[in-house]
């Protein structure tokens, strides 16, 4: 059984900077990407950050040179550094993760959420 933990999130104020990690851990066999969602109420759930396995980086406009994805593979983990945050960046933020768990195939897992809220 695969799991996806996510820690760090909070409030912090505009300009302000955060950090998100999400470790992986049950039956795993390897694992693709690794990606940061945020989702607002109202709006649908959006990629903000993924990494892939060979290390392939890409962004969402909105956050390219502010956010930092880092991926530890041996640890099978990966962080979200946000810097000059913006209210705009307020959401709940997922990790996901396509992982073969050695049976199953590859398949995609989702954290539980972790709340970021931007404001003075």
């Known amino acids: 059984q695969v799991q996806l933990q996510e820690s760090g999130g909070g409030l912090a104020q505009p300009g302000g900077s955060l950090t998100l990690s999400c470790a992986a851990s049950g039956s795993i066999l390897s694992i693709a990407s690794m990606a940061w969602y945020r989702q607002s109420p109202g709006w649908s759930r959006e990629l903000v950050a993924q990494?892939?396995?060979?290390?392939?980086?890409r962004y969402a406009d909105s956050v390219k040179d502010r956010f930092t994805i880092s991926r530890d593979s041996a640890k099978n983990t990966v962080s979200l550094q946000m810097n000059n945050l913006k209210p705009e960046d307020t959401a709940l933020y997922y990790c996901n993760a396509d992982i073969h768990d050695g049976s199953s195939g590859f398949k995609y897992y989702w954290g539980q959420g972790t709340q970021v809220t931007v404001s003075s």
């Open positions: 990494v892939g396995s060979a290390g392939a980086i």
